[in-house]
């Protein structure tokens, strides 16, 4: 038995730990011992089965290739169902990615399948950058699940898992190598995600000409550095198998949804004039060995490989890139915690920063209408100063000429009753005057 | 988007000449697979006074010589002057199924005059696996699989006293129902009878009750009807009365094992004797997984936020209680 203390900060002085430190996986260490009876353990896995199966699987899968590759048509064929109403749009410029999500059910097992399609690969006249939207879209979702690790309250166990787990590089049945573009493209993503390639319409082939095509693209594949995914060979119940597999890619593939009566039976296959291929005869494709691979055989080890390989070097390198780093025991309680503090503060430095910078430009703005509405204002009570003035005047002209009026109403009233008293008084006069003269003629 | 659902086809046909299966359910066997590769890690403390029956108990249960007890056999067994937490690992196998089982001790706990605080250390332990797990688990550079050393279970012995809980026992049970998953037992259970048994544990579920303690398994951890469905039951017995042994009798030209006295043999394994049966199943055959489950995702989680949190001090100046739980304080002489 070994004794030891735990590091630094956590030393308890009250307590001695026996620890056994040395790993489960390499069986040494940890005693062994025999059971006299049936514990119940070994119902282990199938309670750890029925909690997975409980909270549903999901698996993701992406699809790289040209236009016209039977990309959706294979994924049809494989799940066996009709995802898509109609085919894709190809008129945006640029690799577009589009995702659509689906609930299958098989007995007791509930699958949220996810497909990616690259829409528009290989249709630019400029290939250079067709790569990099699905490196970016591929980032993202370990970007996302990341975000959620690195979240104080989060909720791993509910999350919705939207990392690519496997990559379905489809390579034209040319016949002769591969293209540049894929050869570049499967360089770019062989770090990043689980690539399976797939040699699509293989009906355009013959036999012998495949032959020399797959040995073609493995060699070119090997000489340029590509890591495609192996199936793996460590467990002995699914090593020959997958051993075998792992010989055969690229899976030379052809899909169809559409069903042809062979003998009595309904296949589903492509009908061509001078026969049939039936695309779950190995003789005439590979479909079965890919749909062996990628389903029934090697789905949890695809999820794993991404969770443990794929996400663990992106995360690294994202965390050495904002500055995080396993320092040395005594400060490692807190290298991730400073330097997250750190960041954040210098995060919220920024916010601040410009926050002030848009208050500041507020208070500009407003006092600008403010300086805006102040000579307008001044404007108008101007306007109406002068107004008023004209008013004024002019009133004061009207009452000029009011008075003016008045008095000649005034004078020429009284002129008026003066006439009208010289009238009065000339018609007394005039009237005793010729009465006067009356008289004076009767005389 | 669409959802399809498709005729479920018996699994073992699987030549290509069926039509509509696809394989989507070869997965659970994928993950049967790798978990029998991998095996799996369980960790349980069990806690409570000298002679309660604790390392007995613990070999029964797995079937072997795993408690501290029968390992240590050149120490001379005395009662430790502190509490000391002691933690022994073993491989155990079966069909094919291998299980790296840890089984922490706590000698010393409840056996000195003044018990005060007796939890804390405890706590301590349970709180620096959470430390040490989390500790793995922010580095940049990570192992391929964390070797889980977080206290899964925590088994509780009450002396059968037969009146109601004592204060030790509420104290430790409110404190540490907080960080882990209790499960309280009423050991040496065969001195008291069926009737007394049933008025002790209706006494223990009130005091649980009225102290607010939440024991395995946890209401608010249900996950669906289901669930509590299950649980409900489990919750109307427990704590469980149990009686260990690891000794075979023959009873009835059968081979069990028991305890043998004179007025007869308790059988450990029989369910009218005792509930040891019903405690195997619930941590072992049953609910080992949802156990973990809960370590993992809720205390584990817990302690989580609280450290994450913890580097925000408080600008009063008060001192901070640490995510171990316990506050500040000088390390008495005493402790030393």
Known sequence: ?443 | MADVGKTPVARNEKASSEFGYVGIDAILEQMRRKAMKQGFEFNIMVVGQSGLGKSTLTNTLFKSKVSRRSVMTTEEERIPKTIEIKSISHVIEEKGVRMKLTVIDTPGFGDQINNENCWQPIMKFINAQYEQYLQEEINIDRKKRISDSRVHCCIYFIPPTGHCLRPIDIEFMRHLSKVVNIVPVISKADTLTLEERDFFKQKIREDLRANEIDIYPQKEFDEDAEDRMINEKIRAMIPFAVVGSDQEYQVNGKRLLGRKTRWGTVEVENTTHCEFAYLRDLLIRTHMQNIKDITSSIYYEMYRVRRLNENNTKPNGQPAIHANGVPEHEVLSHEM
Not at chain 1, 171 to 197: C, E, Q, R
Not at chain 1, 338 to 363: D, H, P, S
């Open chain 1, 1 to 443: 038995q070994c004794s030891s203390e735990l590091m630094g900060p956590l030393l308890f002085p009250s307590y001695i730990l026996y620890l056994d430190k040395i790993q489960f996986e390499e069986g040494e260490g940890a005693r062994a011992v025999p059971l006299s009876g049936h514990v119940g353990f070994d119902s282990m896995p199938d309670q750890l089965v029925n909690k997975s199966v409980n909270h549903g699987f999901c698996f993701n899968i992406l699809c790289v290739g040209e236009t016209g590759l039977g990309k959706s048509t294979l994924m049809d064929t494989l799940f066996n169902t009709k995802f898509e109403g109609e085919p894709t749009q190809h008129n945006q410029p640029g690799v577009q990615l589009k995702s659509n999500t689906y609930e299958l059910q098989e007995s007791n097992v509930r699958l949220k399948l996810n497909v990616v399609n690259t829409v528009g690969f290989g249709d630019q006249i400029n290939k250079e950058d067709s790569y990099k939207s699905i490196v970016e879209f591929i980032d993202a979702q370990f970007e996302a699940y990341l975000q959620e690790e690195l979240k104080i309250k989060r909720t791993l166990h509910s999350y919705h898992d939207t990392r690519i787990h496997a990559c379905l590089y489809f390579i034209a049945p040319t016949g002769h190598s591969l293209k540049s573009l894929d050869l570049v493209t499967m360089k770019k993503l062989d770090s990043k995600v689980n690539i399976i390639p797939i040699i699509a319409k293989s009906d355009a082939i013959s036999k012998s000409e495949l032959a020399k095509f797959k040995i073609k693209i493995t060699s070119e594949l090997v000489s340029n550095g590509v890591q495609i995914y192996q199936f793996p060979t460590d467990d002995e119940t699914v090593a020959e198998i997958n051993s075998t597999m792992n010989g055969h890619l690229p899976f030379a593939v052809v899909g169809s949804t559409e069903e042809v009566k062979i003998g009595n039976k309904m296949v589903r296959a492509r009908q061509y004039p001078w026969g049939t291929v039936q695309v779950e005869n190995e003789n005439h494709c590979d479909f079965v060995k890919l749909r062996e691979m990628l389903i029934r055989v090697n789905m949890e080890d695809l999820r794993e490989q991404t969770h443990t390989r794929h996400y663990e070097l992106y995360r690294r390198c994202k965390l050495e890139e904002m500055g995080f780093k396993d320092t040395d025991p005594d400060s490692k309680p807190f290298s991730l915690q400073e330097t997250y503090e750190a960041k954040r503060n210098e995060f919220m430095g920024e916010l601040q920063k410009k926050e002030e910078e848009m208050r500041q430009m507020f208070v500009q703005r407003v006092k600008e209408k403010e300086g805006e509405l102040k000579e307008a204002e001044k404007e108008l009570h101007e306007k109406f100063d002068r107004l008023k003035k004209l008013h004024q005047d002019e009133k004061k002209k009207l009452e000029d000429k009011k008075k003016a009026l008045d008095d000649e109403l005034n004078s020429f009233k009284q002129k008026k009753t003066a006439a009208e008293l010289l009238q009065a008084q000339t018609q007394q006069a005039g009237s005793s005057s010729t009465l006067k003269k009356d008289k004076e003629r009767k005389k």
